[in-house]
Structure formats: C-alpha cells, structure tokens
C-alpha cells in the first residue's frame, strides 16, 4: 500500500483562502503596471499530457503511483509533442515539463497533528522541541519521510523503465527535509539551491533553513547561487505578528520561474520543494488546484510565453511607438558608362530609386526615402566619376541616409480597419502598410456579426463580411491600437501581424458567431505598390502571402546607431506561422 496518501490538511493547503489568490493577481499586475519596461513571462498549464489537469479527477483519491503518475498517453509521445511544440513555436514562447515534488513528513508535520490548532499557534510553533520530538530550526525528516522518499525512488525508476524522461535539470528548496527528499529520489545529482523554494517564511520555528556553512558540510553534493547569504535573512524580516502571507509567497515562487525561464533552457525539470510552494506554482501556472500529500509529486506540462518590451521608443503624447528613422549607409555600387559624367544621377537611377517602398533586411525597414548623397571617389568634384583600367564601369563607394519605417515585435502600433471578417481584422498602418489581427489573437469577449449568410456584400473595392463588436456590444471600427506579435515581409512590402491581448491568453481557432446583420463593416483603401503602370487610384483587398525569403540587396556598411545590435533583436523573416501556434491552454 501507498505511504503517499492525501489528509485533510494537505486538501486545506492547496485549496483553502482563494482570497489569497486573488490579492496575487492584484499584486503582479500592479507590480507589472509600475515597471513597463520589464519583459514578464505568462504561464499557462497544457492539457491532453496528464490526469491531474482535469477538472473531474479526484485530486483525494488519485494515486499517481499506482496510475503511471497520471500520464494520458504513452511517455515516448509526451516527449515528442513537447519537442515538436517546442520547435513550432516562435522565440517569445516555449513549452516545459516540470516534476513539482513534495518533501515527505518532517517533524514540523507530526508537531501540527499532536496539538490543536490554538495551542500551535499560540505556542509551539514559536518553538523548536517539546521535549519529546524537535521540529525546529529546519525540520528533518521522520521514518515515515524518508521511507516516502524510497517509495518515490522506486516509482521514477519503475517510470525510467517504461520511457520517462530523466530530469535535465534539478531545483531544491534550502530546507533539509526538501533537499533529503530530494537525494533519496534523485541519487547522484547536484540540484541548485534556491532560497525562494523555501516554505512560508517567518515565525514558525520549523522553516528557518540551517546556515549555509551547515548545508554545505551535510550535502556535499548541493550546488548555491553565488548570491546565496551565509545566515537566513529572510527568516528575520518577519516579527511576530507579521508572517509571510500566501500571496507574497505566491508572488516570490512567480519570481522564481521568471528566473528559471530565463536561465534555463532546459525542458524537463524537477523541482523538490513544499506544499505551500507547489500550491503557488499551481497558482502562477493557472492549474487547477491539487492535493499534494508529503512526499508526493505533481506533474505539469506548461506553456510559457514572454511579454516582449516595445524595440522602438514610446511617443510620450501618442503612446505609440515612433518607427520611423533616418539611418546613414555606405552603397558598394557599379555605374554604366553613360553615368560617368553624372554619377550622382546615376546613382540614384540604378541603385536607389529601386529600394525605394522595399523592406531592406538589413535595415530592418522599409525605405521610405533617401537624401545627403556623397560619392566617395577620387574626383575633383561630385560630378564625375573615376574610371580605372580599361573597364567601362565605375565602381564607387556612395554614402547615403535613408527615412525607414521600422517596425519590431512589440512595438505598438494603429491602423485603420479597412475589412473585417470572422477569421481576422484587416488594418492600413498610415495608409500604407498592411496589418492583420487574426480571431486568436482578438480578445475572448469580442463577438462577430456577420453579413447575411453566405453572401459578401460588395460596394466599388468595399467588401463586408460583418463586423467586429467589443466587450461592451459596441462595433469595432475606425482606428485601432495593437501591439506587434511578428513581421513578414517580401522584398516588396512587409505586413505584420498584430494581437489585442497578452501572450498566452489566445482564443481557440473557432470563429465566433453572433446574429446575423447587415451592417456595413468599415473598410478602407489597400494600397499596391508595384513598378508597373496601373497606378491609377484602383485599389485591391488581397493578403500578402507569407514570402519565402529576402531579395538579395546591393552589399554595404551600416552606419546606424543600431548596426551592433545582436540577432535576437534584429527585425528578420519571421516566417514562424501562427496559426502553428494555437495551442489549447
């Protein structure tokens, strides 16, 4: 029989006061609010790889050690989805399996039981012994404990046998009876100690951590942060009657992961810890709460997605992003003959006047105009051009400053909404550029009414589908704010791609219907830009196509003051569809 079996008390610690979950929520986003330029990753729990995700398992009577800890499918499979969601997915997001482990029953745990509620609160949980059994300062494990940590060894082995995949990396809680548990289970590793894994902090004896000179003389085989202090500091900020609350704690576990994610590339981790400290990663993660008995372990697997801060400045009046910028640049270019005697005209002509309403890759915009031309040349003037050899082409450096128009994952944009249909909105960005919002990335509360069913009313180039209507049941149209999420382009134009909400929180890829209208939808001019003849104010409603590549461009030296910029924050083809990425959360 089990030694891991659920009580009243473990329910109480991962579902009771939910007012806490809520004072969490408030406090991370008054934090984020207060600090905009910060990048903050949203987590969201994956559903079809374990029980424990459901809704109608019994959280009191599911025995994962008797049920291959809950796995819905075969392990050879979960493994695969998860590198295969992993590689779809674009930079801003990725998928983790993460084993949380409970420590098994430590004295604190048998002192809880053996007085009533008051006494512990009034008395002994100020202390360390009653004489009988000593719970404090940094509570160990009892027989029972450490025979649950067995039971869990024995089960990951059983696990190991069947295609389970071994941990990567390793996470322990700084208290003795957590990283016990921890080597009982995992023999031969060397977990990271992280101070943040720790129980509520403050007042109870049972959870102030030995020192660290302590620590290091009994487990050899810990690995600590460089920052890790000597002495528990943490245990000293709290002064009866103030105690850690829950939703502080749940605040410092959300800390933990943001640091996690951002060092550790990792996708498969186990992290032994405590009960308070597993009900706040179900909390940031958004699973549904979970009976987690000492010495048991949960399993999630979970999308982490990142807010990306805006690559281009805020206008403080418009609260847009300002993409448009002048940058210098040096042209290797070739000129014909018949430039020799006006290369400046030549120049332009052959070289300049083409990149003109093209998206340069290197550049990272598309050029908009061009101004301050300069030959480099070892002519008397700018006038004449310096033929060597006897090749009849001049070859010449030019400098030159272009306008761009730049736009980068993040930045926040507005458009004017030019078509609306139940799978996307359509937006011109200055009356130029295109922009699409697809239905995942529109808010959950919005609705569509579309026209009369099956029938697209036309009107000249105006065609309506329906409309788009708010939260509120007002009609979207007009003008419209969003916020970057990728930028395809073609060497003719780029298009981007725009979302309403924050990442993590898409629809699924069903439209959404209301009554049927026939409302006109706003609609507007698309503007084509092409080198043909046809410029003669027709206008078209078409897509752009996701492009295969870049057109090859003339070779030069950027000169902008964003030349050193590293490959993560270069605008490229970012040809990662994503309509890959809808994934249920």
């Known amino acids: 029989m089990s030694l891991l079996i659920p009580n009243t008390n473990d329910y109480h610690d991962a579902h009771g006061d939910l007012d806490q979950d809520v004072l969490y929520h408030k406090l991370i986003n008054e934090r984020n609010s207060s600090r905009p330029d910060q990048h903050v990753w949203k987590f969201s729990p994956e559903q079809g790889f374990f029980k424990q995700c459901h809704p109608d398992t019994d959280d009191m009577e599911f025995r994962y050690t008797e049920q291959d800890f809950g796995i819905e499918k075969p392990w050879e499979l979960i493994i695969k989805e998860l590198e295969a969601l992993n590689a779809s997915s674009p930079n801003n997001v990725q998928y983790k399996l993460i084993f949380f482990a409970r420590h098994g029953q430590g004295w604190a745990n048998v002192a809880g039981r053996k007085y009533s509620k008051e006494e512990w609160y009034n008395k002994w949980r100020f202390l360390g012994t009653d004489g009988e059994i000593t719970w404090g300062p940094d509570a160990d494990l009892t027989e029972l404990g450490v025979k649950q940590a067995w039971e869990n060894h024995n089960v990951w082995k059983t696990q190991l046998e069947k295609g389970a995949p071994y941990p990567k990396s390793f996470y322990v809680s700084p208290l003795q009876r957590s990283i016990k548990t921890h080597n009982i289970t995992w023999p031969d590793t060397n977990p990271l100690v992280v101070e943040n894994l720790r129980e509520t902090i403050g007042l109870h004896l049972c959870h102030k951590r030995s020192t660290k000179s302590q620590l290091q003389f009994k487990f050899p085989n810990l690995v600590f942060p460089d920052n890790f202090e000597e002495e528990d500091e943490l245990f000293k900020l709290y002064v009866n009657p103030r105690r850690e609350e829950l939703h502080e704690q749940f605040a410092r576990v959300h800390d933990v992961l943001q640091d996690i994610f951002d060092n550790d590339s990792n996708d498969i981790i186990s992290i032994t810890s405590h009960a308070g400290t597993i009900r706040a990663f179900i ?67 052959q070289h300049l006047d ?48 272009f306008l761009i128009w730049s736009p980068s994952v993040g930045d926040v944009l507005e458009g004017d909404i030019f078509i609306q249909t139940p799978s996307h909105l359509g937006l011109l960005i200055c009356d130029v550029f295109n922009a699409s919002i697809k239905k995942y990335n529109i808010p959950m509360g919005w609705t569509f009414t579309s026209s009369q069913q099956d029938e697209v009313v036309g009107n000249d180039d105006r065609k309506t589908y329906g409309y788009w209507s708010d939260e509120n049941g007002q009609k979207v149209d007009g003008k419209l704010k969003f916020t970057v999420k990728n930028v395809y382009t073609t060497g003719r134009v780029v298009s981007v791609e725009g979302t309403l909400i924050g990442p993590g929180e898409e629809r699924n890829a069903q439209p959404v219907y209301e009554q049927k209208s026939t409302k006109p939808a706003a609609s507007g001019k ?44 270069e605008v490229v083809n970012r040809s990662d569809s994503a309509e890959d990425e809808v994934e249920s959360d």
Request: glycine share 4%.
């Open 354 to 401: 083409p990149l003109v309403m093209r998206f340069h890759p290197k550049l990272k915009g598309v050029i908009l105009s061009y101004s301050n031309i300069e030959l480099e040349t070892e002519a008397q003037d700018q006038n004449l051009a310096k033929i060597e050899n006897s090749s009849p082409f001049t070859f010449l450096w030019v400098d030159v400053q």
């Open 283 to 349: 909390t940031v993660i958004g699973h549904r709460k979970f009976t987690i008995p000492t010495g048991d372990h949960q399993k999630s697997t979970f999308k982490r997605s990142k807010t990306v801060k805006s690559k281009n400045p805020i206008n403080a009046d418009t609260q847009l992003s300002e993409c448009f910028k002048t940058v210098s640049t040096s042209l290797y270019v070739s000129l014909a003959p018949s430039f020799n005697d006006d290369p400046v005209t030549g120049v332009k002509q």
């Open 526 to 569: 698309h503007k084509k830009f092409d080198d043909d003849d046809d410029d003669d104010g027709t206008v078209t409603t078409t897509e752009i196509a996701e492009p295969e590549e870049n057109e090859t461009l003339p070779a030069y030296i950027n000169e902008s003051e964003d030349s050193n910029v590293n490959e993560d924050d």
